[in-house]
């Protein structure tokens, strides 16, 4: 078994010092898709559930952001909840949980984000009540290091 301190500056330059899945590239067109009636998860979206995926977005700014989350589109947004709750999000936002993060606001950033961890797909009542479909469980580095 590798050091921790060995396994941790791997991880951090770069390398990949376990069998961690390398993470699947996941672009936001390829969440959903329209059909007449609705707008329902692509095969790609459900093929990945589980699995460690990529994606490229940007924060959304949030009026009253979730503790230890936030939500990541394909453009930036800013949603006034008041009435509609997370209406003004596109159907194709991602929830991402940051688990270090647990019981604070995730500090917001106008900056484009690359975001790896876990997928997960299907409806959810969250902590704070919203509801959520799809998710990804951000990676930890103590979560990489211990598959070593």
Known sequence: MSSPILVALVVLLGANPSPVAEPVPLAFTELVRPTSTALVPTQKLLSLK???????GFMAKM???SK??????QSPVVCDEAGAGTGDLPPNAVFVVVRSLAAENVPFT??????TGVLDVGYRAEPDGRATHIRLILDRLEDLSSKS
Not at 68 to 73: C, I, K, M, N
Not at 110 to 115: D, I, K, N, Q
Request: charged share 25%; aromatic share 14%; hydrophobic share 35%.
């Open 63 to 65: 009026e009253y952001p």
């Open 50 to 56: 589980g699995k460690r995926v990529r994606l490229t």
């Open 110 to 115: 106008p900056r484009p984000l690359e975001v």
């Open 68 to 73: 230890g989350a936030f939500w990541l589109t």
